[in-house]
Nanobody, 124 residues
């Protein structure tokens, strides 16, 4: 069982930056591939970024965030991060952290554990 707690959301102006954190419970954090997803009002949950288990040296990004967002993990702290730069109003959503045992993927259905979400609002 893995419990995930996101933090770092908030209100920011367009062009600004935020860093989201996701703290995971458990002693086998490095065994899990991690992902970030987001859901805007009235829209389906969509993939944002993911990285592989262990050292996370393979990373995936949605085209809409490529070059602006960076995902990383610190296994010593059981934490995954999402650095978001050059934010746009269309990035406004609830952002969710998710974990899956080993493997990798960009589909929400492939992830086993989810956090409660953190709101990111980008004003124009």
């Amino acid at each position: 069982q893995v419990q995930l707690v996101e933090s770092g959301g908030g209100l920011v102006q367009a062009g600004g930056s935020l860093r989201l954190s996701c703290a995971a419970s458990g002693r086998t954090f490095s065994s899990y591939a991690m992902g970030w997803f987001r859901q805007a009002p009235g829209k389906e949950r969509e993939f944002v970024a993911a990285l592989t288990w262990r050292d996370g040296n393979i990373k995936y990004y949605a085209d809409s965030v490529k070059g602006r967002f960076t995902i990383s993990r610190d296994n010593a702290k059981n934490t995954v991060y999402l650095e978001m730069d050059s934010l746009k109003p269309e990035d406004t959503a609830v952002y969710y952290c998710a974990a899956r045992y080993a493997g990798y993927g960009t589909s929400p259905s492939g992830y086993d554990y989810w956090g409660q979400g953190t709101q990111v609002t980008v004003s124009s």
